[in-house]
T-cell receptor
Framework: AQSVTQPDIHITVSEGASLELRCNYSYGATPYLFWYVQSPGQGLQLLLKYFSGDTLVQGIKGFEAEFKRSQSSFNLRKPSVHWSDAAEYFCAVGAWDSSYKLIFGSGTRLLVRP | NAGVTQTPKFQVLKTGQSMTLQCAQDMNHEYMSWYRQDPGMGLRLIHYSVGAGITDQGEVPNGYNVSRSTTEDFPLRLLSAAPSQTSVYFC??????????????FGSGTRLTVV
């Protein structure tokens, strides 16, 4: 069955520190992978996605993610976190079938210390 | 260029009441879907549609109905609201290309409370 695991419910980092949010997926075929960010009370904003090509994907707001097929992972990284990055982050895998549905992880809440 | 429009943004219902959450998109996307978001559970798929007249169930369909009479609209109906349906609901439309790319546009959400 398709699934996405985000093992960290909360992560706290200091402003200016580097960040890595983990995402592991289970999917039988080549996955379409997404990272979304959600600020409190807001909708979902796409940070980046991977569907083919270079396994290191650049996104908005200075984020990047690396697809590692051997590890079934798609971890999100940022070299220097800003206070405005505090939000909830969701990893998702797109089902490559006729439904085009997204399967989401449970999310990681990022707190940023000043 | 509105994207995906959801109405209402907030709603309070009494147990047993029915209502319809509206979703409209102006991007001519074939695929539309409804998700609910609950704390600690991410977003879970309720129903989806791959085109006008075609709908199917997602992961958590019980208590909800959908229809897709036009490409633009995909309303979600709560037949008899229950407190367990208190949640934030997101509508999404999605596209695919012949190159194999696809993406999603989400609405801003409807926060529903059932008392």
């Amino acid at each position: 069955a398709q699934s996405v695991t985000q093992p960290d419910i909360h992560i706290t980092v200091s402003e200016g520190a580097s960040l890595e949010l983990r995402c592991n997926y289970s999917y039988g075929a080549t996955p379409y992978l997404f990272w979304y960010v959600q600020s409190p009370g807001q909708g979902l904003q796409l940070l980046l996605k991977y569907f083919s090509g270079d396994t290191l994907v650049q996104g908005i707001k200075g984020f990047e993610a690396e697809f590692k097929r051997s590890q079934s992972s798609f971890n999100l990284r940022k070299p220097s976190v800003h206070w405005s990055d505090a939000a909830e982050y969701f990893c998702a895998v797109g089902a490559w079938d006729s439904s085009y549905k997204l399967i989401f992880g449970s999310g990681t809440r990022l707190l940023v210390r000043p | 260029n509105a994207g995906v429009t959801q109405t209402p943004k907030f709603q309070v219902l009494k147990t047993g009441q029915s209502m319809t959450l509206q979703c409209a998109q102006d991007m001519n996307h074939e695929y539309m879907s409804w998700y609910r978001q609950d704390p600690g559970m991410g977003l879970r798929l309720i129903h989806y549609s791959v085109g006008a007249g075609i709908t199917d169930q997602g992961e958590v369909p019980n208590g909800y109905n959908v229809s897709r009479s036009t490409t633009e609209d995909f309303p979600l109906r709560l037949l008899s609201a229950a407190p367990s349906q208190t949640s934030v609901y997101f509508c999404a439309s999605s596209y695919s290309t012949i190159e194999g790319d696809y993406g999603y546009t989400f609405g801003s959400g409807t926060r529903l409370t059932v008392v």
